[in-house]
């Protein structure tokens, strides 16, 4: 069926995806992944004749200079993790959220809800504020401070802070 067919893409391509990110080691439980976005890509574009899917010709010449340009970096540097790069970026508009996008929004209630019990995580919210604040040498009160001068922000920590007393009660 149409549904199992997606269902099993999906699940395939959460695979091919967690194989392609390398946790660094010794960093904790909140280290951010190193990225191979070669073999990510290489890995995707395997699974779209299989489920039959297209990809718009944006993401595939994105895909292939974001390729290109990760290829340079590691030749100069093998140390070198496009994530690490992108990552301070993409929490701080998480946060902020500031032209309030419901698919914002949407995602970052995944990133931060609890896999067992589907709640939003503080614990989860400061692992991301720490590896931001780690990786862009900017005090993670700054960060807060900043998400939370926007009604996205403030509507954020409210609702943590909530899931918080729920879990408490």
């Known amino acids: 069926t149409a549904g199992g067919n997606r269902n099993a893409g999906a699940a395939e391509a959460a695979g091919t995806a967690?194989?392609?990110l390398l946790r660094e080691r010794g960093r904790g439980r909140s280290a951010i992944p190193d990225v191979r976005f070669d073999q990510l890509l290489g890995a995707l574009l395997a699974l779209v004749p299989r489920f039959r899917f297209v990809l718009p010709p944006y993401f595939l010449n994105n895909a292939r200079a974001?390729?290109?340009l990760e290829g340079m970096a590691r030749y100069s540097?093998?140390?070198f993790n496009i994530l690490a790069v992108v990552y301070p970026f993409a929490v701080k508009r998480l946060l902020a959220n500031p032209?309030?996008?419901p698919v914002l929004r949407?995602?970052?209630r995944q990133l931060l809800s609890d896999e067992k019990t589907g709640a939003l995580s503080l614990v989860r919210l400061r692992d991301m504020v720490d590896d931001a604040a780690a990786l862009t040498g900017v005090p993670r009160e700054t960060i807060i401070r900043d998400a939370l001068k926007t009604s996205n922000g403030l509507g954020?920590?409210?609702a943590?802070?909530?899931a918080g007393v729920r879990e408490c009660i």
Request: charged letters at 20%; zero cysteines.
């Open 160 to 162: 943590v802070v909530l």
């Open 66 to 68: 974001l390729g290109t």
């Open 99 to 101: 032209s309030g996008s």
């Open 156 to 158: 954020l920590a409210a």
């Open 18 to 20: 967690h194989d392609a």
């Open 106 to 108: 949407r995602v970052l």
């Open 77 to 79: 540097d093998p140390d």
